[in-house]
């Protein structure tokens, strides 16, 4: 394991990174025996100083849940970072391309809680009942470390590689539709580039909500009403360039549209 200086010392070269939109060498080539744990205690560390510098935590996002994604990262277990609330963006919004690394579009479900929820035996049903609605989102990834050799330690300590999330104004309360059978068809510049349904975030795409639920009991934390949770995706992730358009069709869930710039 990692002692404290380390973790510190990673911590801050990640939000340097953030800073100035770059790249640091991945972190288990430096540190082979960094755990799990140390990643979650360097998200952590960065997500306090980023929290005691004014920024608002709004929700979290949880990754790598759908088949897809852990084949694209070739990872094979979820896992979770924060979301502050200058990173949330309504549909048609121009996001500057420059301010993330490694940036790539990925389809996903949100839910807003409207009750607190807490493990440790969270089922889906659970996660159901205290949700209020489903939102359809993209999120926009950001990764600030090497993508090539990556492990999940790295992809944790990297805040799970959120960098933003564009909302839909479609709101479903959980029992208004069949959540599994959401569609997603991603385009970039008018042309079709990935289409998947909800059901590939393990099963039904609030089941995430409870696995968040059952994790943070572990840290004597819960979910919070109020909070976004963002799913994962059940498409694998699209790149994009400065002077792209991209559009989602979720059905009737609506569109999701937004532009790089």
């Not at 394991?1 to 100035?20: C, N, P, V, Y």
């Not at 990872?75 to 690394?101: C, K, L, Q, W």
Request: with cysteine; aromatic share 6%.
């Amino acid at each position: 394991m990692l002692t404290s200086t380390q973790i510190a010392d990673i911590a801050a070269e990640l939000a340097e990174a953030d800073r100035t939109h770059g790249v640091i060498p991945r972190i288990t080539a430096r540190f082979p025996e960094a755990t799990i744990e140390d990643s979650y205690a360097i998200q952590g560390v960065w997500r306090d100083a980023q929290i005691a510098s004014g920024r608002r935590l709004v929700g979290r996002k949880i990754g790598l849940t759908s088949k897809a994604m852990q084949q694209a990262t070739g990872i094979t277990e979820p896992d979770y970072g924060v979301m502050f609330d200058d990173t949330v963006h309504e549909s048609g919004a121009d996001i500057r391309h420059a301010n993330f690394s490694n940036v790539r579009v990925e389809v996903e479900l949100a839910f807003v809680l409207e009750h607190p929820l807490e493990g440790p035996d969270c089922t889906l049903d659970d996660a159901l009942a205290a949700i209020d609605y489903a939102v359809p989102a993209l999120e926009v990834l950001n990764s600030h470390i090497e993508l090539e050799g990556r492990t999940i330690v790295d992809t944790i300590s990297d805040n799970a590689a959120y960098g933003a999330m564009v909302l839909g104004t479609v709101r479903k309360r959980p029992d208004e539709i069949d959540l599994r059978w959401v569609p997603g068809v991603l385009s970039r510049n008018g042309e079709i580039e990935e289409t998947g349904v909800a059901a590939g975030v393990l099963g039904h795409p609030a089941t995430g909500v409870a696995w968040l639920a059952n994790k943070f009991h572990q840290h004597g934390a819960r979910l919070e009403a109020g909070e976004i949770i963002l799913a994962g995706s059940f498409t694998r992730p699209m790149w994009v360039s400065p002077g792209d358009h991209v559009l989602c069709d979720y059905r009737e869930m609506g569109t999701i549209e937004c532009r790089f710039i």
